[in-house]
Nanobody
Framework: QVQLVESGGGLVQAGGSLRLSCAAS????????MGWFRQAQGKSREFVAA????????YYHDLLRGRFTISRDNSKNTVSLQMNSLKPEDTAVYYC????????????????WGQGTQVTVSS
């Protein structure tokens, strides 16, 4: 089973960009679909994006497609989330997660989670 550690969060002004990274330990990383989720204060966790195990397919929350881009590098055991044109409503803790069975937008498919990284977008 992999273990996940996110990095790259921080404070950014509206309109700016951030790139989140998630480093995975373990030799089975390439067998997992990977996803990014976020949770704003007082709200439930929300799907952001996913990529399949071979990096051939990506899937985005409809409202985030075009601003966010997910990618992975199986040779480096990493998955990234490039976030552009950030808005104050993007403020949340962002989590990467691993799904061993397939891929999708339900958090219940993912059984390995990182600790999260805070993204704060100021207006």
């Amino acid at each position: 089973q992999v273990q996940l550690v996110e990095s790259g969060g921080g404070l950014v002004q509206a309109g700016g960009s951030l790139r989140l990274s998630c480093a995975a330990s373990g030799r089975t990383f390439s067998t997992y679909a990977m996803g990014w989720f976020r949770q704003a204060q007082g709200k439930s966790r929300e799907f952001v994006a996913a990529v399949d195990s071979s990096a051939q397919k990506t899937y985005y929350h409809d409202l985030l497609r075009g601003r966010f881009t997910i990618s992975r590098d199986n040779s480096k055991n990493t998955v990234s989330l490039q976030m552009n044109s950030l808005k104050p409503e993007d403020t949340a803790v962002y989590y990467c997660a691993a799904d061993p069975t397939g891929w999708g937008n339900s958090e219940y498919l993912y059984n390995v989670w990182g600790q999260g990284t805070q993204v704060t977008v100021s207006s």
